[in-house]
């Protein structure tokens, strides 16, 4: 029976990828933490307040509930980076070699870390970006995460350290809010056509990004993590696809619902972040490798989005 550990576990990823793991392991075998909390969504798991800049924090945990998977999620995101740089990359870089270097001292059998997007820069290929490219991120997010991906390909050929990870592009979620990143819009963007407002875009109405709605999110993660050790073959990070679109175009099919809704367009600084990232994803060695494939299109995501939302608004 494995015993797994998620921090950042209050976050937006976090809090829905700790429900995902309780119903694969048993709620008693997830030990969810963060630096503060916790919330109402990991009601039934044991949760822990937990600093990843503490080393000896991390290795106390993981020696007392006898953790042999940690999910580690705990990182300061694109917009808020940028707004405090030291810090995210005091977070986003020293947190996650604290968590490897416990992982490795503590015999952890698996590790999952998240990459991002980010990591690309603005001489990488816009569309269909490979697998393999030119890496020369700009923000600090993104070369956070560019160096926590050759931090996970290090401890993986030095120390044999099974860490696997995906770079994520924009998610969507109903259940937890935004948490401060570059295409949090496309979160925001509902709740105002729920509530009959209008919506005001801090991104270019023709700038397109790859997006991914969260049951996608939690299932490459999980998948991921349930490959057999001989099926992964890259040690930096998968890119992973699902959606691409731009902010008109998810704007569009809101309105195929919700008629009347208005959007206005005024980019702002992270207007400047989105323009050096992808605009779509070649993510054929996630497929051959472990048999990754999305679920969710543009118009099933929106209607799902919708109607888990009016849900959500006619119970609370």
């Not at 940028?82 to 070699?97: F, M, R, T």
């Not at 923000?139 to 401890?155: A, D, P």
């Not at 991921?224 to 099926?231: H, I, R």
Request: hydrophobic share 40%; aromatic share 10%.
């Amino acid at each position: 029976m494995e015993r797994v550990l998620v921090t950042g576990a209050c976050g937006q990823l976090g809090s829905e990828l700790s429900m995902a793991l309780a119903g694969i392991h048993g709620s008693e075998n997830v030990i969810v933490s963060d630096i503060n909390g916790p919330i109402a969504l990991l009601s039934g798991m044991t949760f822990e307040i937990l600093d990843v800049m503490d080393r000896q924090a991390i290795s106390e945990v993981i020696l007392r509930y006898g953790i042999t998977q940690v999910y580690h999620l705990a990182a300061m995101l694109s917009a808020k980076s940028e707004q405090n740089p030291e810090l995210a990359w005091k977070l986003n870089v020293d947190g996650l070699i604290n968590v490897l270097e416990c992982c490795r001292q503590q015999g952890i059998s698996r590790v999952f870390w998240p990459s991002s997007i980010a990591a690309f820069g603005p001489s990488t290929p816009s569309e269909k970006t490979p697998q393999h490219s030119v890496m020369d991120p700009n923000t600090v997010y993104g070369i956070s995460k560019l160096t926590g991906e050759l931090w996970c390909s290090y401890y993986f050929n030095q120390f044999g350290l099974d860490i696997r990870s995906v770079r994520y592009p924009g998610l969507i979620s109903y259940k937890a809010p935004p948490g401060g990143g570059t295409t949090d819009y496309a979160i925001e963007i509902f709740h105002s056509a729920i509530k009959g407002e209008e919506f005001v875009c801090y991104l270019k109405q023709d700038t397109q990004l790859p997006m991914m709605y969260m049951p996608d999110a939690i299932k490459a993660a999980v998948q991921l993590m349930q490959a057999p050790a001989s099926q992964i073959k890259v040690r930096t990070s998968y890119n992973i696809s699902a959606i691409d679109f731009t902010a008109a175009q998810l704007a569009a099919e809101i309105m195929q619902h919700i008629p009347g809704f208005k959007v206005k367009y005024l980019p702002d600084y992270r207007q400047e972040i989105a323009a050096t990232w992808p605009g779509s994803l070649d993510d054929s060695c996630a497929m051959s490798d472990w048999s990754w494939q999305a679920d969710h299109n543009l118009k099933t995501m929106t209607e799902d989005m919708i109607r888990q939302l009016f849900i959500v608004r006619t119970t609370s």
